[in-house]
């Protein structure tokens, strides 16, 4: 199906320590991802993306990491901060014919920062 | 700020009115989307214009819902008599139309119905 999942609804991470959240995807066709952060009464806010014919991309403190042999993607954030605290999606697009236009995200996965 | 702008940040209606929301994209960007969004819930796609061009539309685009662009610049989307289950978070986002590029979204207009 054409459907992007989370394993893990909530993560809690104390601060200075690293995060993994991940994100399964079910559709092979799928040829760009993006990760975002939605704070509360926020719009979704851009993180990283990828393309398919990528397995790592780095930003600043994010690492996205893209496996299609097993259909999933990893958002690794290094030192955890406070303000990391958020609900985290993936999005996937299709990439081609008449879904060119759409995104489908997950569920989300709440990432809690304790001191 | 140059970000998506969407107006009005917040609407309660009562059942049965018709409301209308405003998005004004990222100005160099000509492509600009709808979602909505429930409580707990990513966003789903509702429709999609290139330019002025409405190029996709959701199945959850009733006819009660239209969306418009008419000089490729901001968009409404409005809803006709509006049912409790229209109660979400509407969201825009617009991106470049070169190949695959990021979505920005606006802060999302909160609609309420009574």
């Known amino acids: 199906g054409e459907s992007v999942g989370l394993h893990l609804p909530t993560l809690s991470v104390q601060e200075g320590d690293n995060s993994i959240i991940n994100c399964a995807y079910s559709?092979?066709?799928?040829?760009?991802f993006i990760w975002y952060k939605q704070e509360s009464g926020k719009g979704p806010q851009f993180i990283i993306d990828?393309?398919?014919?990528?397995d790592k991309r780095q930003g600043q403190r994010v690492t996205v990491l893209l496996n299609k042999t097993v259909k999933h993607l990893s958002l690794q954030i290094a030192a955890t901060q406070p303000g990391d605290s958020a609900v985290y999606f993936c999005?996937?697009?299709?990439?081609?014919?008449?879904?060119?236009?759409?995104?489908?995200f997950g569920r989300g996965t709440q990432l809690t920062v304790w001191p | 700020d140059t970000g998506v702008s969407q107006n009005p940040r917040h609407k309660i209606t009562k059942r049965g009115q018709n409301v209308t929301f405003r998005c004004d994209p990222i100005s160099e960007h000509n492509r600009l989307y709808w979602y909505r969004q429930t409580l707990g819930q990513g966003p789903e796609f509702l429709t999609y214009?290139?330019?002025?061009?409405?190029?996709?539309k959701s199945r959850l685009l009733s006819d009660r819902f239209s969306a418009e662009r008419p000089k490729g610049s901001f968009s409404t989307l409005e809803i006709q008599r509006t049912e409790q289950g229209d109660s979400a978070m509407y969201l825009c986002?617009?991106?470049?139309?070169?190949?695959?590029?990021?979505?920005?979204f606006g802060d999302g207009t909160r609609l309420s119905i009574l």
């Open positions: 990828i393309r398919s014919n990528m």
């Open positions: 999005a996937e697009n299709l990439g081609r014919g008449s879904t060119l236009g759409r995104l489908y």
């Open positions: 559709n092979s066709a799928s040829d760009y």
């Open positions: 214009f290139q330019n002025e061009a409405q190029l996709e």
């Open positions: 986002a617009s991106s470049f139309d070169r190949g695959n590029q990021p979505q920005h």
